[in-house]
């Protein structure tokens, strides 16, 4: 297989290599049915990937890498619930949280459907005010404690979908930064909040911080024999949850096989249950469904996942672009680009293979974003003018769920024009004939012309919703989740570990301790330089 592998991806980088192979209007032009033949649909969702050099050619050179890489045997061995997460030893089940699936999966489903049981059934006794706080009041604000995988996912679908009259109000606490703390205070009521302490470890040092800070003003708030009442843990780590003090009744579990960032359809989504209620979690859970069954079935020609993987190596590992923007042209989806950030670059910021080797090319890009239109205001120029080309992927949805058409119309149109004058470009004689046409004198027509020229032919891709709404958000999030699945497969790495966030985390641990007790231990020359100036200006 290694072979076939090394083979299929010469006959790509060959590809890339040959002249012109960066080009996008020559294909538009040769070819009128190209959105129609580089369109595909599945889960409810339209992916449009006809604005790349991805061509006939280059498709099929791609689809023989994914067939060579054994992309669909690796998703079926995903699904069966083998430990393809192989330097941790576990299987990756995120797809069992939302749906039967054959052997060791339908085992994981059915254990999963226990906790959504449970989940479902406390989400109602605190809606209906059965569980209520130790002053008898009813709970109208979920607090949820967590950071990386137990915050973004939630945050991100918290922002999209809670609107102001749903059952509860979400706040999160991520940041063990105490500005974060201090910002959150106010907006809350602790004898109507009720904190839930997301952590797939129960170890991870600002959660617990923060998890302990939030405690101290639970129990002076609500005295100290009441506070326990106001909290509940989701987490694998049950003993640590109980020495929290936090009872077996008040703990939602998830196994191994949940990725931290895969984890929002697990106990880590309880917070969206109890904001949005149990219904509309449950719709968000289906419409990630929708896009497994499409993911598990539809052949790779039509897949939309293998297919978003395979431009993205088309762009990384043929032309060489190791960046990616993400551009939500929906507010609500504010907090997209975050949360694809750690799905991807947590997952696929890797060196090595599954065996250790050396990664013999570049693997996950560097992903960054902000909603249209504000992006077009801030970094999109350096897409349209720089350099080096920076893919982007435009998500933009048909229907809003507010009555202010013209306003929608303006941010649906200049998504469409962000990707279409990216394609186009504008060319020295259209620049020369507007500015002629302006009455702009010669002289400075030749000195502006080479700064209002656009080059063209740069790549995206096109997300097309028809509302953003439970099922379709479920879909998308599911889309992006399969898509790094993908390109794990198609790069031999393993993307559900993370080592690289671990020597961070081991070397602050003493760092702490010299910053409680001023004394500065052995460092690099610049560390130890820092913390010294760190404690004079802190006065220690
Ligand atoms: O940032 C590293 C990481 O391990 C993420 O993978 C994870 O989502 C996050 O920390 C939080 O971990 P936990 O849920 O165990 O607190």
Not at 85 to 105: K, M, Q, V, Y
């Amino acid at each position: 297989m290694a072979a076939a592998v090394s083979a299929a991806w010469a006959k790509v980088e060959a590809l890339a290599a040959s002249p012109g192979a960066a080009a996008i209007r020559p294909l538009f032009a040769a070819d009128p049915d190209r959105f129609a033949r580089f369109h595909h649909k599945g889960g409810g969702l339209l992916l449009d990937i006809s604005k790349t050099s991805v061509s006939d050619t280059v498709l099929a050179a791609l689809l023989d890498l994914a067939r060579a890489a054994d992309v669909a045997g690796s998703r079926d061995a995903m699904a069966r619930g083998e430990a393809v997460n192989s330097t941790e030893r576990r299987a990756a089940l995120h797809i069992a949280l939302r749906g039967d699936l054959p052997g060791a999966g339908g085992e994981a489903h059915r254990e999963a459907a226990e906790v959504l049981a449970r989940m479902e059934a406390f989400t109602t006794a605190i809606h209906r005010g059965e569980i209520r706080g130790a002053t008898n009041q009813r709970f109208d604000t979920v607090l949820n404690i967590g950071i990386g995988g137990s915050d973004l996912g939630p945050v991100m679908v918290g922002r999209a979908l809670w609107r102001a009259g749903d059952p509860m109000r979400p706040i999160h606490l991520g940041n063990v930064d105490g500005h974060g703390w201090e910002t959150v205070l106010p907006q809350l009521d602790a004898r109507r909040t009720l904190v839930l302490v997301a952590s797939k470890t129960f170890t991870t040092q600002e959660t617990m911080a923060n998890a302990h800070l939030v405690k101290r003003w639970m129990e002076a708030s609500v005295g100290p024999n009441g506070a326990a009442s106001h909290f509940a843990a989701l987490s694998t780590n049950l003993k640590a949850t109980a020495e929290f003090g936090i009872g077996e009744d008040r703990v939602f579990p998830f196994r191994d096989w949940v990725g931290g960032r895969f984890s929002l359809w697990s106990a880590i989504g309880l917070s969206l249950a109890l904001s949005l209620g149990w219904d509309r979690f449950a719709a968000l859970l289906a419409g990630a469904r929708a896009m497994d069954r499409h993911f598990l079935d539809a052949p790779l020609e039509s897949n939309l996942p293998v297919l978003l993987a395979l431009v993205e190596a088309w762009h990384v590992n043929g032309l060489d672009l190791h960046r990616r923007a993400v551009l939500p042209y929906d507010e609500r989806l504010r907090r997209l680009p975050a949360h694809l950030q750690q799905l991807e670059m947590e997952s696929l910021g890797k060196g090595v293979t599954v065996d250790g080797a050396p990664v013999p090319r570049a693997t996950g890009p560097v992903v960054f974003g902000e909603p249209g239109t504000n992006a077009q205001h801030s970094f999109m120029q350096l897409v349209h003018q720089g350099p080096r080309h920076v893919p982007v992927d435009f998500i933009l949805v048909a229907c809003p769920d507010h009555t202010h058409a013209d306003n929608h119309n303006i941010l649906l149109a200049n998504g469409l024009a962000q990707a279409e004058a990216l394609l186009m470009g504008r060319d020295a004689d259209a620049v020369r004939a507007e500015m002629e046409a302006a009455g702009v004198a010669e002289a400075e027509i030749t000195r502006l012309l080479p700064h209002r020229v656009f080059g063209g032919d740069r790549p995206s891709n096109t997300i097309l919703m028809p509302r953003m709404d439970e099922a379709a958000l479920g879909a998308l999030i599911a889309l992006y989740e399969h898509k790094v699945f993908v390109l794990g497969a198609l790069w031999g790495i393993n993307p559900f570990d993370q080592w690289g966030v671990e020597l961070g985390k081991v070397m602050a641990t003493p760092i702490v301790r010299e910053l409680e007790t001023g004394e500065v231990g052995a460092h690099d020359a610049s560390t130890a330089g820092l913390l010294t100036e760190l404690l004079r200006l802190r006065g220690g």
